[in-house]
């Protein structure tokens, strides 16, 4: 897919799309989340991306390809939170459902993934939404954050710990990214290794279980998402400057 793959803002509109459904055997879906339903268009078998090759180069595994349980889930939640301009950035945006709801609920939005091909399947699906302007995107890759990559007032990731060498990855890009009373949202259906984010956030992060109403310095703490059984939650504050929460969220799924 040298077309995009090279250079994913080389193509824009109808052109993207059709290179996309050259390079890629598509799925055009329909997915409700956050109030309203969502045109996304993306590969139909994760399996048919699995590169060999470039797993033992750097144990890449095409995980972007999926739509996962959880986003709509952070997508819900995020959308009964008005953006009114402020800036988010989302680690490891897929196809983009969930860069799509942030944006239509006001926020600035930057979708940030490992792989060239999900940054214009993104921009594409943001065409098909008829939403404008397309976001901001950039090639990310958690062991070298960019250097002008900027802080953002909400950081939202959903399925990303899928093992555990990828908390600490997190748990650095949340302290590096998030601005001074910002808030971060993780969704997570409940991975072994979600488990491991506040203890290896600890010193960075302190936890706070759901439903705790004591304020902390300089803020509220955000009450825990209202979910049914099969979402849990916890919250937490950054020890630095200005109140800063993170929320990691357990969704029904995978």
Not at 120 to 138: D, I, T
Request: aromatic fraction near 6%; charged fraction near 25%; hydrophobic fraction near 40%.
């Amino acid at each position: 897919m040298s077309e995009t793959s090279s250079d994913p803002g080389a193509l824009a509109g109808e052109p993207l799309i059709a290179a996309l459904r050259r390079g890629f055997e598509c799925v055009d879906t329909t997915v409700h989340a956050g109030g309203r339903a969502w045109r996304i268009l993306r590969p139909r078998k994760v399996d048919d991306l699995l590169d060999a090759d470039a797993y033992e180069r750097d144990g890449r595994i095409p995980y972007w390809a999926e739509l996962w349980a959880s986003a709509p889930v952070l997508a819900d939640h995020l959308a009964r939170q008005p953006g009114r301009g402020r800036s988010l950035i989302e680690l490891g945006c897929g196809v983009g459902l969930l860069a799509l709801v942030a944006q239509a609920a006001g926020y600035r939005v930057i979708a940030t993934d490992y792989y060239a091909e999900a940054l214009a399947f993104v921009r594409a699906n943001f065409f098909l939404n008829q939403l404008v302007p397309a976001p901001e995107v950039r090639l990310v890759d958690w062991r070298e954050l960019p250097e002008d990559l900027p802080r953002a007032d909400r950081i939202v990731a959903a399925d990303v710990l899928y093992e555990a060498p990828l908390v600490p990855l997190i748990v650095d890009a949340i302290d590096r990214l998030l601005g001074p009373g910002g808030a971060a949202t993780i969704a997570d259906p409940g991975r072994s290794s979600a488990a491991l984010l506040p203890e290896r956030g600890r010193g960075r992060l302190r936890s706070r279980r759901p439903g705790d109403p004591r304020r902390g310095p300089g803020g509220a703490v955000d009450p825990p998402l209202h979910a049914p059984p099969s979402l849990k939650a916890t919250t937490s504050r950054r020890r630095r400057r200005g109140p800063a929460k993170v929320v990691a969220a357990r969704a029904a799924g995978h």
